[in-house]
């Protein structure tokens, strides 16, 4: 029998090929949702505008949304344009703020700076809260590594209207466990969380920290990652960074989804950076 459900998905990470890439989860955020939607899915992407990716060459378009977002003590202001991935259906939202993203032309500027944590958590607040004017209502959110990992949290708390009554769906991706996003816990103030109610092991405290990669992981309905062996691997201490025990407690909500590859990208027979095919 054929499943016929079609899903409106929004994928929110930091980096997609070939707009902005500097890890694997680019390739990822480029190729996934094009075969998604050409299985009938509405896909859409989340990404930081960052100043390396040029309006012109993408064609970007303003969408109308402006919206102004209290972060650190400060009112900022966000707007939210858009393009589409070459070749594909699939729309790509850009957040633009100038102050954390479009005066930088790298996407990452150090897991020690405070400056890192602030912009990514504009990022998440400023475009949970540009959704609902952008008339596109996801069933599933998927939320790709420790620098989106926030909108679990805001989406079980403040934001957590955005899930239509229960009807949506969070779902997780740890692509390197690693990189885990921890700060000093004030930062739960400065990004308009309730402290009392998320720091504790429950929630987002690990050894005296915030863990931004915790909160995706108890905050979302599945967590997957890319291969089945990790899935194993990372419920253990020899390879759990100090979230093994997080994760084996949700092990039954722990999935191995296998890396793929863009064969239209990735074919020996008609790449023309081989130098013989």
């Given at each position: 029998m054929t499943n016929d459900t079609r899903f409106?998905?929004?994928?929110?990470a930091t980096e997609a090929v070939p707009l902005a890439k500097e890890g694997g989860v680019a390739d990822v955020i480029g190729?996934?949702?094009?075969?998604?939607?050409a299985l009938g899915h509405e896909v859409s992407i989340f990404l930081p505008h960052y100043g390396s990716i040029d309006p012109a060459r993408w064609s970007l378009h303003h969408t109308g949304v402006v919206r102004t977002v209290y972060l650190a003590w400060w009112n900022r202001t966000v707007s939210v344009w858009?393009?589409?991935?070459?070749?594909?259906?699939?729309?790509?939202?850009?957040?633009?703020?100038d102050e954390f993203f479009g005066r930088y032309q790298q996407i990452?500027?150090?897991?020690?700076?405070?400056e890192e944590q602030l912009r990514f958590l504009l990022f998440c607040r400023g475009l949970l809260?540009?959704?609902?004017q952008l008339d596109f209502i996801p069933d599933i959110i998927h939320l790709h590594d420790w620098q989106a990992a926030p909108c679990a949290a805001y989406l079980r708390t403040s934001h957590r209207y955005l899930l239509r009554r229960g009807a949506t769906r969070v779902v997780y991706t740890v692509h390197n466990l690693q990189y885990q996003g921890r700060w000093d816990p004030s930062i739960l103030e400065e990004a308009g969380l309730d402290r009392n109610y998320l720091f504790n092991p429950g929630g987002l405290e690990f050894w005296g920290d915030v863990n931004w990669m915790k909160a995706g992981i108890v905050y979302s309905d599945v967590?997957?990652?890319?291969s089945h062996r990790y899935a194993q691997e990372i419920q253990t201490p020899a390879y759990?960074?100090?979230?093994?025990?997080?994760l084996f407690q949700r092990h039954e909500r722990v999935f191995g989804i296998p890396n793929g590859l863009d064969w239209d990208v990735w074919n020996p027979a008609t790449d023309g950076d081989l130098a013989v095919r």
């Open positions: 409106k998905i929004l994928m929110v190729s996934l949702p094009k075969e998604l939607a858009k393009t589409s991935l070459p070749d594909s259906p699939v729309t790509v939202y850009l957040l633009d703020n990452y500027l150090g897991l020690d700076r405070h809260e540009s959704l609902p967590v997957t990652t890319v759990g960074w100090g979230l093994d025990g997080v």
